[in-house]
Each structure stands twice: as C-alpha cells, then as structure tokens.
C-alpha cells in the first residue's frame, strides 16, 4: 500500500453551505464544458489549457444583434480584434455578419488575411502609420481620424493616391463616466470636433462619411450611452444643416460590460453588470428621439469585444500544491498564473472545482506558478479544500487573455474552440522552445556549445 500523504493538524472552522432563503446551498462543481468532460480535456490537450465555446459565441451574438435590432433596425457590428484576435474567433464572428474593427496595422492584416474586405474594415486607434493607411485608403477601409495630424497625413495620401479616404471622426466627450477618455479623438464640449469637421471640408481631399466615439471601457452605466448618442446625432445634425454633409454611420464604439466582477465590486458580476437589452434600450432611445436619425436612417456600428465574448471563454487548470500561510488561511498553487490571465489584474474571476466537492470550505488564497510575488489568482475566496491533480475551472476568460497574455517563465498553453457539433478544434497550439527561440540570434562568440 502506497504511504499516505502527512499534513500538520490544523484548527479549521466547518462551514456546511452558504445560508439561502430556504436552505443552505452546497459549494457546487463543474465537471464539463459544453458537455465535454474536464478530465478529457486535460488528457488530451494538458493542462492548463485555454478553452472556447462555439455555441456560446453564436449564441451571445444573435442575441446582441436581435437586442440592438429591436430598438432600431439599420445596425451592424465590427468585432473587436484587440479583444481575441484567434483567428479562429474572428471568423466565427465574421460568419454571423461582423465586420472587422482593428486599432493597428497587424490586425489589419489578420483581418485581410482572413479575408475581410477592405470594405468591411473600421480602422481606429491613435497610431496608423502612412504604410497602413496607404493600404486602407487604397482598399477603401473606413479610418476614424484621431487627430489632427493623422488628418493631414490623409490629406497627404489623398494626393498621392489620387482618391478620397472615406473617414469618420473620433470625438471624446462627457457622458457623466469618469476619468473622461479625453485622450482619443476630438473634444465634443469645446466644438474641437465640430472644428476638425470644418478642416475636413475644407481640405476637401476626404470624403466624411461618419462619427465616431468610445466613451470607455466595463461600461456599468446605459444611460452613458444615451448620452454619447444623442451628442454625436445632435453633431450630425449641425454637420448636415452647416456643410450640407449627410453622414452614413454613427459609430457607438465598445466598453459594454461582460458579467465578469470587476475587483472593487461587492457585487457579482452577473447580477451587477447590465445586460444587453438595458444598453440597446437607451441606444435606441436616442437614436429614435432624433430628427437626423428619423431623416436619414443612419447606420449605427457598435465595436463590442468583451460582452460578445467574455462568457465563452473558460480556463482550466490543475492544482500543482498547497500550503498553509502565517495567517491561518489555506493557499493553492495551480499551474497557470497571471502570464495567461492578465485579466486577474481587475477581474475577480470565478474558480469552480471540476470535480465532486470533498471535506470543508475555507478563505484559501490561489496563487500560479510563476517565481514572483505578484502571481496571485484570487485573494480570500472560499474554497474547498482541492487535493492535487485536481482541476479547477476560471471563467470568464474570453476577452483580452489570449491577446494580452506574455511568454514569460512557462509556455502559453494549448486554446481549444468546442465547436457547435461537440468536437474539440486545437486553435492555437502550445508553445516550445523552438517557437520562443525562433526569433533569437546567438552571436558566435558566445556559442558555448
């Protein structure tokens, strides 16, 4: 018989379930995804390991786009590739109708890579170089203007190249969320943008099509929204009494909050986020209030990336030791850390055991692999007391991990996508060495070998 494990006696306070209205609750457990059995997935594809759900992206999506659609009927929407830019996960949005929205040069080569007209491509951000807007310009991108010498570099292009850019404008504005976004675009309150618009026509050399705003980001106020879009409907307004100017787009950007739990909410997310029919219902409230709108019918462009994504993605991961602290509180050791789950940095995720919960609840503080102080999960959450090997499942995880995420002491782990059909799809494979070193060039006089 194999010798037990020893562990020091401890003093610990039995805690049989959460007090309810009716009863106590029991700690629950998820033992698979989209009814793909946990323990399959780690023998299969390791541990830890990134996992994606097909259905939940259609679903999520259909769903923003009926919300949206309901309230007014001409909108459409550019999938964020700063949130996931797996190519997998875009073209799952690009198959629902999605265009693309990129804030730099390589995603806007992800997105033609994929085969994503130029046609269908909004290009924002504060930092498109001549080389990628000469590329835009030609292939007839929309490109929101973020300043004024972004304006002239297109005026420059439009020289050069012998056509009109098709541009909107980026205009930031006070819509009662602060700190403002005051950085990006042109100022709303003090006509910066309204003045942008007049350089624009008369430069004559682009060809304004429409506005632009993102107001910020986890957005836990709707009514902001209402504000953001009755201020650009009001300026499209002007713009067409003024300029005789009819603009084709009003474009609302993201920041739509997912229902992750913020880390200075008291609040679960799922019950302190909005959902989606709150932020569709005061978006289409302006749009439908204004004159502009009920003339010209204008396009509304949304960019949301977390809310259409956050909740299909989950995080796997299993338990490699554990330990009793100086304080008393229990601690766990998984084999991912905050290399792969930037988003623990504001997020207070869920961790759910993947298997049948055994022996008692405890404040147990999870920490990652990783040789650094700061690589801590989640502090003070109660939780079973895991033994190891067993697996624990973070969500949600969709948004910004895989693009945010750093090689840094460990490998970045496989990411799977369970299709609408059940089966797993590897979409990115886990890293080597080979692939870290790849890039490297070791100068001859240190080849030690």
């Known amino acids: 018989m194999a010798k037990k494990s020893y562990y020091a006696p401890t003093i610990e306070r039995k805690v049989a379930g959460a007090p309810g209205k009716f009863a106590t609750s029991v700690p629950s457990y998820q033992d698979n995804i989209d009814e793909i059995p946990i323990k399959a997935l780690i023998e299969n594809y390791g541990s830890p390991l990134f996992v994606f759900s097909e259905k939940s992206i259609r679903w999520k999506f259909k769903e923003a786009q009926r919300a949206f659609s309901l309230h007014y009927p001409n909108v459409k929407f550019g999938w964020s590739y700063k949130t996931n830019y797996l190519q997998a996960i875009c073209a799952t949005f690009h198959q629902e109708g999605a265009w693309a929205e990129v804030v730099s040069g390589m995603e806007y080569e992800r997105a033609r890579l994929l085969g994503i007209p130029g046609k269908k491509i909004i290009f924002n951000g504060p930092s498109k170089t001549k080389n990628d807007l000469l590329k835009a310009v030609s292939e007839e991108a929309t490109i929101n203007i973020d300043h004024l010498d972004e304006l002239f570099l297109l005026e420059e292009i439009s020289v050069e ?212 102080n700061i690589d801590v999960m989640r502090h003070g959450i109660r939780f079973p007391d895991l033994k190891i090997g067993d697996a624990v499942i973070i969500s949600p995880v969709g948004a910004y991990n895989v693009t945010q995420w750093m090689q840094f002491i460990t490998y970045r782990p496989n990411v799977v996508l369970i299709t609408v059909n059940g089966d797993v799809e590897i979409i990115r494979e886990k890293e080597t060495l080979k692939d870290i070193l790849h890039k490297e060039k070791l100068p001859k006089h240190l080849n030690l070998s």
């Open 161 to 372: 190249l012998g056509k009109k850019p098709r541009v909107g404008v980026r205009v930031n504005m006070d819509t009662g969320i602060y700190p403002q976004w005051s950085r990006f675009g042109f100022n709303y309150e003090n006509r910066e943008a309204y003045r942008a618009v007049q350089r624009i026509v008369t430069g004559n050399k682009l060809e304004l099509i429409g506005l632009h705003t993102h107001i910020g980001t986890f957005i836990l106020e709707p009514n902001a929204y209402y504000i953001a879009a009755a201020k650009l409907l009001n300026l499209a307004g002007y713009i067409e009494t003024d300029f005789g100017i009819t603009l084709q787009f009003i474009d609302l950007g993201g920041g739509i909050a997912s229902n992750n739990t913020l880390c200075e909410q008291y609040l679960p997310g799922d019950i302190a986020s909005p959902n989606i029919e709150q932020y569709a219902e005061a978006i289409g409230k302006a749009f439908n209030e204004s004159p502009f709108c009920r003339k010209n019918q204008p396009t509304l462009f949304l960019e949301s990336g977390r809310a259409l994504i956050d909740e299909a993605g989950y995080l796997v991961s299993s338990v490699i030791g554990k330990k009793t602290l100086v304080d008393g509180q229990k601690a766990l050791i998984l084999d991912a850390g905050v290399n792969i789950l930037y988003t623990s940095n504001w997020y207070k995720h869920k961790f759910t055991p993947a298997q049948p919960i055994t022996g008692t609840i405890e404040n147990t503080v999870i920490y990652g692999p990783l040789c650094m």
